[in-house]
């Protein structure tokens, strides 16, 4: 069973569309964290989120974190070419403790 | 400041053999992972190090798998014998400095291992 669940797996889009990918699970978590992978690279941090309801903003993503600490969302507007990559999410249940990752959104945006 | 180093990039052994990857964190960084990364999933723990001290290695596959921290600076993973399903890429990450308490995982470029 996996403890974050990502979804839609796999995304393609047309460059100029909106797209959101959802990270769920059954337990809170004290937070959690989405990353991008480009192929042939580690992942790169994107944001951390803290708060139940909390929400951050990067330019044209947009992250939230859901109020009961459970779920989070990641939205992006007028994706670009440039946004290709797995998108992952990674949760901590308490401070400290091991970051568990989910298995991430393929995401590919067509010129 | 130079970012986590990783070698070798990518690494093809029959089944069986044994092989070795390297990480050198982030100067500073008290802290190292290392992930294994299969195809189309997310990167899963095998081992943490805190300095040269084991933290967590309760994902690693200690019949064929370990890693070693000896100085508390780089750090070698090691596979013997390797199994088909050990094909992956293999993570190194890195925490501490400025950066301990945000939590933010540096990650090397990754060592693709292929068993055939």
């Known amino acids: 069973t996996q403890l974050l669940e990502q979804s839609p797996q796999f995304l393609s889009i047309q460059e100029g569309e909106n797209l959101t990918v959802y990270c769920n699970s059954s337990s809170v978590f004290s937070s959690l964290q989405w990353y991008r992978q480009e192929p042939g690279e580690g992942p790169v941090l994107l944001v951390t989120v803290v708060t139940g309801g909390e929400v951050k903003k990067l330019k044209r993503l947009t992250f939230q974190f859901g109020d009961a600490r459970k779920d989070s969302s990641l939205h992006i507007t007028a994706a670009q070419t440039g946004d290709t990559g797995l998108y992952l999410c990674?949760?901590?249940?308490?401070?400290?403790?091991?970051?568990?990752f989910g298995e991430g959104t393929q995401l590919t945006v067509n010129p | 400041e130079a970012g986590v180093a990783q070698s070798p990039r990518y690494k093809i052994i029959e089944k069986r053999q044994s092989v070795a990857f390297w990480c050198n964190p982030i100067?500073?960084?008290?802290?190292l992972y290392w992930y294994q990364q299969i195809l189309g999933q997310g990167p899963k723990l095998l081992i943490q190090f805190q300095n040269n001290g084991v933290v967590d290695d309760s994902q690693l596959p200690k019949d064929r798998f370990s890693a070693e921290r000896l100085k508390g600076v780089d750090s070698t993973l090691k596979i013997q014998p390797a199994k088909l399903e050990d094909s992956a890429v293999y993570l190194c990450?890195?925490?501490?400095?400025?950066?301990?308490?945000?939590?933010?995982?540096?990650f090397g470029e990754g060592s693709r291992l292929t068993v055939l």
């Open positions: 990674a949760g901590e249940k308490t401070s400290g403790s091991r970051l568990t």
């Open positions: 100067s500073g960084h008290a802290t």
């Open positions: 990450a890195s925490i501490g400095g400025v950066n301990a308490n945000t939590g933010e995982l540096f």
